[in-house]
């Protein structure tokens, strides 16, 4: 209730400021005085003020984002755990992965492991990972960091890892 009224009063002294006069009136020293309260109305001349001038506003255009070029970087990329001939045990089924990486990777830029020439996993940005659901076998791992439009800008020498896993004998046709 108290809001309400408090509402209603703020809304009818807008308008009351919305719809008040101007008047003009001199003083006894003959300086000309404006105001929307005069002391005597009846000495007080009202003043006809003219449409205020407005104008419709500038569309703002955006301000193009500076274009940085990246100087390219050159990484070179070294696989530290495995080592080259690493036997991954059965029961092993995460293989953890260590890298070297100078200088450190930019924003934007990801790792990407190959395995056997194909692009395994998802896109690293930690030096430090782990692979995993790697069939058994003979594999060759390597490294590439690339940049945000997808060029290569480094890569790691191929490491040979062995993983092995148990194999279910088939039955031999009669």
Do not use: W
């Given at each position: 209730?108290?809001?309400?009224?408090a509402v209603?009063?703020f809304?009818s002294?807008i308008?009351m400021?919305?719809?008040?006069?101007?008047?003009?009136t001199?003083?006894?020293?003959?300086?000309?005085?404006?105001?929307d309260n005069?002391?005597?109305k009846?000495?007080a001349?009202p003043v006809?003020?003219?449409?205020?001038?407005?104008q419709p506003p500038?569309?703002a255009q955006?301000?193009p984002?500076p274009?940085v070029k990246?100087?390219?970087?050159?990484?070179?990329v070294?696989?530290?755990n495995p080592?080259?001939g690493t036997?991954?045990p059965m029961g092993?089924?995460?293989?953890?992965?260590?890298?070297?990486?100078?200088?450190?990777?930019?924003n934007?830029?990801?790792?990407?492991?190959?395995?056997?020439?194909?692009?395994?996993g998802?896109?690293f940005y930690?030096t430090?990972l782990?692979l995993?659901e790697?069939?058994?076998g003979?594999?060759?791992?390597?490294?590439?960091?690339?940049n945000s439009s997808?060029?290569?800008?480094?890569?790691s020498n191929?490491v040979t890892i062995?993983?092995?896993?148990?194999?279910v004998p088939?039955k031999s046709?009669?």
């Amino acid at each position: 209730m108290k809001i309400t009224c408090a509402v209603l009063l703020f809304l009818s002294l807008i308008g009351m400021t919305a719809t008040a006069e101007i008047y003009k009136t001199v003083d006894e020293q003959g300086n000309t005085v404006y105001t929307d309260n005069p002391k005597d109305k009846d000495k007080a001349d009202p003043v006809d003020l003219p449409d205020i001038n407005t104008q419709p506003p500038v569309s703002a255009q955006p301000r193009p984002l500076p274009t940085v070029k990246k100087a390219p970087v050159n990484y070179q990329v070294r696989i530290n755990n495995p080592q080259e001939g690493t036997q991954v045990p059965m029961g092993q089924y995460e293989i953890p992965v260590s890298l070297s990486i100078n200088p450190q990777l930019r924003n934007g830029d990801h790792i990407r492991i190959l395995l056997n020439g194909q692009a395994f996993g998802q896109e690293f940005y930690s030096t430090n990972l782990v692979l995993r659901e790697v069939y058994r076998g003979e594999h060759s791992l390597r490294a590439v960091v690339i940049n945000s439009s997808g060029e290569v800008m480094g890569r790691s020498n191929a490491v040979t890892i062995y993983v092995q896993r148990n194999s279910v004998p088939r039955k031999s046709a009669r």
